[in-house]
């Protein structure tokens, strides 16, 4: 059995009269170890507003509350960590900001060289994408689950892997050695509603 687990990334856009209830349901279906609350193009106040919601239901199921792009609100906030890309605040301004004891995860897109960087520095963990098509964002690179196998052979950080990833198509990146799948559009839109998708998962995840 697989020490694989699921990672949410929050859909663009939410409406928190109903998103709460509804991401309540997806983490009470099965293991989920983070979810990160992504959006973008707004103002603070709505990224507090929506930390002010959803960080309760996260936290109290022992899930880690993770903020996309911004340390400072992050901090502000009680997040338990905060994901940086490569035109972010550079890592080691998020971590003088979020803490010694904070997750701060960076996205390496499909680079060797970025990852060990990150991992020296002291990433709690690296992301690779987009491993498949995806329709949340128009993403700057594509990685191939050689990647995943190549970094557990060479690093005890642990590896994250996103973009497009599905059910259907996650398989092969549990199999490669990723210790996480971050997955937004898989779950939000699964067929069968998000806590489905959760189990799902879990299950392909087990029988890998
Ligand atoms: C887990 C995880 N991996 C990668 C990303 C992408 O971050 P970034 O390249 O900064 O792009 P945006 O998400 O900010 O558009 C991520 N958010 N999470
Ligand atoms: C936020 C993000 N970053 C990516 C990268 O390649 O760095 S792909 C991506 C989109 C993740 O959403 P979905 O699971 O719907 O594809
Ligand atoms: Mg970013």
Same mark, same amino acid.
């Given at each position: 059995?697989?020490?694989?687990?699921?990672?949410?990334?929050?859909?663009?856009?939410?409406?928190?009269?109903?998103?709460? @209830?509804?991401? #309540?349901?997806?983490?009470? !279906?099965?293991? $989920? +170890?983070?979810?990160?609350?992504?959006?973008?193009?707004?103002? &603070?106040?709505?990224?507090?507003?929506?930390?002010?919601?959803?960080?309760?239901?996260?936290?109290?199921?022992?899930?880690?509350?993770?903020?996309?792009?911004?340390?400072?609100?992050?901090?502000?906030?009680?997040?338990?960590?905060?994901?940086?890309?490569?035109?972010?605040?550079?890592?080691?301004?998020?971590?003088?900001?979020?803490?010694?004891?904070?997750?701060?995860?960076?996205?390496?897109?499909?680079?060797?060289?970025? @990852?060990?960087? #990150?991992?020296?520095?002291? !990433?709690?963990? $690296? +992301?690779?994408?987009?491993?498949?098509?995806?329709?949340?964002? &128009?993403?700057?690179?594509?990685?191939?689950?050689?990647?995943?196998?190549?970094?557990?052979?060479?690093?005890?950080?642990?590896?994250?892997?996103?973009?497009?990833?599905?059910?259907?198509?996650?398989?092969?990146?549990?199999?490669?050695?990723?210790?996480?799948?971050?997955?937004?559009?898989?779950?939000?839109?699964?067929?069968?509603?998000?806590?489905?998708?959760?189990?799902?998962?879990?299950?392909?995840?087990?029988?890998?």
């Amino acid at each position: 059995m697989s020490d694989c687990r699921l990672y949410l990334i929050t859909p663009p856009k939410i409406d928190l009269a109903t998103f709460p @209830a509804l991401l #309540a349901s997806a983490l009470d !279906a099965g293991d $989920v +170890a983070c979810v990160q609350l992504r959006l973008k193009d707004v103002g &603070d106040d709505v990224i507090r507003r929506a930390i002010d919601a959803l960080r309760p239901v996260v936290q109290s199921r022992e899930v880690a509350f993770i903020l996309n792009d911004r340390p400072d609100l992050a901090a502000a906030g009680g997040c338990d960590g905060v994901h940086v890309g490569q035109e972010d605040t550079p890592y080691a301004q998020a971590r003088k900001i979020m803490g010694r004891d904070a997750i701060v995860g960076v996205t390496c897109h499909d680079s060797r060289h970025l @990852a060990m960087v #990150a991992g020296e520095d002291g !990433a709690d963990y $690296v +992301a690779f994408g987009a491993f498949f098509d995806t329709a949340t964002k &128009d993403p700057k690179a594509r990685a191939e689950p050689e990647i995943l196998s190549w970094w557990q052979e060479m690093m005890e950080v642990p590896c994250v892997a996103i973009g497009g990833i599905t059910v259907d198509n996650c398989a092969v990146l549990v199999d490669a050695g990723a210790d996480f799948l971050a997955v937004s559009g898989g779950v939000w839109g699964y067929k069968d509603g998000p806590a489905a998708a959760v189990k799902a998962f879990n299950k392909v995840i087990a029988g890998a």
